[in-house]
């Protein structure tokens, strides 16, 4: 009790801390600039996906967070647009470098009140536009006082509007812990965004934060989930943070090595027991000396970066074993190849006889057709050609398997002889710095985004853009591969 009344001392508090000034702009937008400006300002945060959640709808109340009550849909760059996905401000008193919110950065700011948001948030609803809020926010004054009015936010959402579905919170780094657990009383899922893949790279680019601001909010977290800590203001009969955690880590803005990011992936997945790392090609939104000289964001490492971690959850592969120290995954192939290229001392694979670990390992061999072909085969022995009608992406698989002892591609498992068989042939068309059409999206290029061009010849924009086009061509590719397994 006496807890109680000091936690609510201090909210008071944190509450008169508040930034009385709004930005002069601001006072003249109207309620839809805001939301704008606020949307637009969320965007780069790619850990919004909502799956994992089981929140059942009880009494009175609208909405639904279970699987079948929502959906995920996801834009061409792959963000995730079910959710109305806001910021509370985009006002920050941090310089993150990478930061489109960053202090230093001359952009219009804006501001909306908890009761604003969750307003916006029901009427939305209503419209069928969302089944759900992704909530985040600058940090215009304190940690503590951002993550109070996220929780005011999510709770007049739960108490006021009887609002059942899908919410994710931010949670503040360097916020009370109490308040963490408090936010988790009203949230589906919580998430804290470490960006930075090393402790080194905190005091280059972010440097009011250090990584132990992020950890030890997901220490929180992870402590509150497994022992369903109630925070002192819980919601009765609330469970804490039923979706879990997650957080985001960017890719490409740092030196740092995807054998360094999958590492940190591991630890935070086996430390925090996070549900997901999403991983976000950096995006160049700001110069700086400190900021890789990048024009379009490096999606197709993303994308192997994904690959890898899927491996890490569900196929038993460790960082280590996929990658050496400081390397990067090769761009050409996915990293589950990679792994069997460089190792042919593990195949062939025979596949009426190998267990389950071993047939998770085989390029092609998904988690669902290495449990077909174990359910199938203790009814007898299999033929070559049920494989591929169980999922088998036969085209990869091929060069790694015997089946009753008969090798089914005439590679003779060894690598190099895989490699051209599996390569995917001249992919990348030279196009000349003057074809017409490149000049015209060169152009456009410069037309759009003439602050993160400045300083750029027009030949360098050219080469960037072809070295984005073939690998959009490839991720497109692989994007389009049937489903089975990599
Ligand atoms: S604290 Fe968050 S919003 Fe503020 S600059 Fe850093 S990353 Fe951006």
């Known amino acids: 009790m006496r807890g109680t009344v000091c936690y609510n001392m201090y909210r008071t508090y944190v509450l008169s801390q508040r930034d009385p000034t709004p930005a002069s702009e601001e006072s003249t937008m109207n309620f839809t600039d805001k939301v704008t400006i606020l949307a637009e300002s969320a965007k780069y945060d790619a850990s919004c996906s909502s799956s994992g959640s089981m929140r059942k709808k009880g009494g009175p109340g609208l909405g639904s967070a279970a699987p079948a009550g929502i959906c995920h849909t996801f834009s061409s760059d792959g963000r995730c647009i079910s959710l109305l996905k806001i910021l509370l401000t985009n006002a920050c008193r941090y310089d993150c470098h ?8 001359d952009i219009p700011r804006a501001r909306l009140t908890p009761q604003e948001v969750a307003d916006l948030t029901m009427a939305f609803y209503r419209r069928n536009y969302i089944e759900g809020l992704f909530l985040s926010s600058g940090i215009p ?37 109490l308040l963490i657990q408090e936010a988790g009383m009203y949230c589906d899922r919580l998430s804290v965004n470490i960006e930075l893949p090393s402790e080194e790279s905190f005091p280059i ?54 054998h360094r990011i999958l590492l940190l992936a591991q630890s935070l997945y086996s430390r925090y027991q996070l549900k997901r790392v999403y991983y976000s090609a950096y995006m160049p939104v700001n110069q700086g000396p400190t900021l890789p000289e990048l024009i379009a964001p490096p999606l197709l490492r993303e994308h192997r970066i994904y690959q890898a971690d899927w491996l890490l959850r569900f196929y038993g592969f460790s960082a280590q074993e ?32 190998a267990p389950k670990r071993d047939l998770l390992r085989v390029p ?18 299999l033929e070559a050609a049920c494989l591929k009608k169980m999922g088998i992406v036969m ?35 030279q196009l000349s710095f003057f074809d017409d059409e490149l000049k015209a999206l060169a152009e456009e290029t410069f037309l759009k985004q003439p602050d993160a061009l400045w300083g750029w010849r027009e030949e360098d924009v050219c080469r960037a853009l072809q070295q984005n086009a073939a690998q959009q061509a490839l991720l497109q590719e692989e994007r389009t591969r049937p489903l089975g397994g990599f």
């Open 98 to 105: 990478y930061c489109v919110n960053r202090c230093s950065n």
């Open 141 to 177: 004054v304190s940690p503590d006082q951002t993550m109070m009015d996220l929780i005011q936010c999510a709770k007049l959402l739960r108490t006021v509007h009887h609002f059942q579905g899908y919410i994710h919170l931010k949670a503040i780094p360097g916020a009370d812990p």
């Open 205 to 258: 680019l972010t440097p009011q934060k250090r990584m132990a601001d992020v950890t030890g909010p997901m220490g929180t977290i992870a402590s509150a989930i497994r022992h369903q800590t109630k925070g002192p203001l819980a919601l009765k009969g609330a469970s804490f943070a039923p979706a879990g955690q997650s957080t985001q880590l960017i890719v490409g803005a740092t030196a740092d090595s995807d």
């Open 322 to 353: 996929l990658l050496n120290e400081g390397e990067n995954f090769e761009e050409e192939w996915d990293p589950k190849t990679t792994w069997a290229l460089r190792h042919p001392e593990f195949f062939p694979v025979e596949i009426q006889r």
């Open 364 to 381: 092609g061999i998904g988690v669902q057709s290495a449990l077909r072909i174990i359910k199938a085969r203790a009814h007898g022995s």
């Open 395 to 429: 085209k990869r698989a091929c060069h790694f398997i015997t089946c009753g002892g008969k090798a089914l591609a005439p590679t003779g498992f060894d690598p190099l002889r895989i490699r051209s068989a599996l390569s995917p042939g001249p992919k990348i068309q």
